[in-house]
């Protein structure tokens, strides 16, 4: 039988105490010790920028599933500066191998209006106004050694009816390989990301973190690793950044809800203050590409947003107008489905930052050496992305013997799904899924 809520949370709380504490404080908590003192929390470290700050988290320095502009910061720190800092699982710290998917629904269905997401900060950078700029840079992830990815049974994900029944997964990453085990021959490379990071936004109260938005939050762009730059629109004074919903891959879609969801031991980003960079939608930067981003509840209408974001970007970049900043746009198209799961549906474009970077190959219509394929065409891009992912969730059932649930699953952590350059009255999705994560068995 399932524990009760209470009696779970009191429990992996007291497991999670345990590990920064030791056993001994878990059992016997005792008085809380007073506030911790910022400067112990600056550290030695040459060869990252600025001071350097520890951000361990803790109860003290976490939200579970909301976002406050009204919240005290757990750290101030200057532009320039980096932060290290830790992430939990969901829900506190409860979602961890062992818990049950009747236990996870019911840390949902119990605490109603609030995301699942466990979110480190917020971090206050001094100088930081609205109207400028946030940047960060990543500079390293390390995630914990196991992960999960879960169907939370008929509620939430792109076809919450058709999957009534629950299920959950956890899985052992190999840090070394960077990969994890699915299921026997099936092997999933990792590629680390922060999920959900953004500042705080303009409107004052409580909000969850399930939505993104032009502040950031719950993006899930699978580009944004270590290595890549975040520019984020400042909306209150200090920014206040958080991160949390960390991940160790994610397919484009995130169609289950999930994807191989983690914690992070090590989240290193280095955060200033740009004056002058007006930005209405966050924008990323990678060693070779600019990418844009467009959110709606409804994708033809991020699909908008993300035109106009990618012609100003392409504008802004190459020093032209937007009539020649469009065609740009169209020859070098290459846009992508982020997410269709966190209320606003996500789509991002990726420009090349070379000018004379071939155009992209014409993206497959059916299955190719290297991937099976799907594909969904209508004048509703919703209809489109729904259309293509139930087919690839039907392909694997069929040729690869996967079961419902686990095709669901596998979809949702390695599936590619990319848009046609918007040329008639249909939009079309084609969804890849690489055969490379098929593997002989030893």
Request: aromatic fraction near 8%; hydrophobic fraction near 40%.
């Amino acid at each position: 039988m399932a524990q009760p809520a209470r009696t779970l949370s009191r429990a992996l709380l007291t497991l999670t105490l345990a590990g920064w504490c030791g056993a001994a404080a878990a059992q016997s908590p005792g008085p809380s010790p007073g506030p911790a003192d910022p400067a112990l929390r600056v550290v030695p470290a040459d060869k990252l920028p600025g001071k350097v700050h520890m951000l361990p988290a803790t109860l003290e320095t976490t939200q579970w599933g909301w976002y406050n502009n009204a919240q005290p910061p757990v750290l101030t720190i200057a532009s320039g500066d980096t932060v290290v800092m830790e992430t939990m699982m969901h829900s506190h710290n409860q979602v961890v191998p062992g818990t049950t998917i009747e236990q996870i629904k019911k840390l949902r269905t119990d605490y109603p209006g609030r995301g699942p997401h466990t979110i480190t900060g917020p971090i206050f950078v001094d100088g930081a106004e609205p109207g400028d700029v946030l940047k960060i840079h990543i500079n390293r992830i390390v995630p914990r050694a196991y992960a999960t990815n879960f169907n939370v049974p008929g509620m939430f994900g792109e076809f919450p009816n058709q999957f009534p029944d629950g299920q959950v997964k956890y899985f052992y990453l190999d840090l070394d390989k960077m990969t994890t085990e699915f299921a026997p021959g099936i092997v999933i490379p990792l590629r680390p990301f922060p999920g959900t990071i953004g500042v705080a936004r303009a409107e004052p109260g409580q909000y969850s973190t399930v939505p993104p938005g032009r502040f950031g939050g719950n993006m899930d762009v699978n580009e944004m690793v270590q290595g890549t730059t975040l520019y984020l629109p400042v909306f209150v004074k200090g920014a206040l950044l958080w991160s949390g919903d960390s991940h160790a891959a994610q397919g484009n879609g995130e169609i289950n809800l999930t994807a191989l969801e983690t914690a992070y031991k090590e989240l290193n980003l280095t955060i200033s203050v740009v004056k002058g960079m007006a930005l209405e939608w966050p924008r990323i930067e990678t060693p070779t590409h600019w990418l844009s981003v467009g959110y709606d509840p409804d994708l033809n209408k991020a699909l908008d947003i993300l035109k106009a974001e990618t012609v100003k970007l392409i504008a802004a970049e190459r020093k032209v107008g937007a009539a020649e900043a469009e065609k740009i746009m169209l020859k070098g198209w290459d846009c992508r489905i982020s997410e269709v799961v966190d209320v606003l549906k996500g789509t991002y474009c990726m420009t090349p930052k070379n000018p004379h970077a071939p155009a992209p190959a014409a993206l497959p219509m059916a299955e190719t050496p290297k991937a099976f394929v799907t594909y969904g065409a209508s004048n509703d891009l919703n209809l489109a992305m729904d259309s293509a992912s139930m087919a690839m969730i039907n392909l694997l059932q069929d040729k690869r013997g996967l079961s419902r649930l686990d095709a669901y699953g596998l979809a949702s952590m390695t599936m590619d799904c990319r848009l046609d350059a918007p040329n008639g009255p249909d939009k079309v999705v084609h969804c890849m899924v690489p055969k490379s994560l098929w593997v002989a068995q030893k």
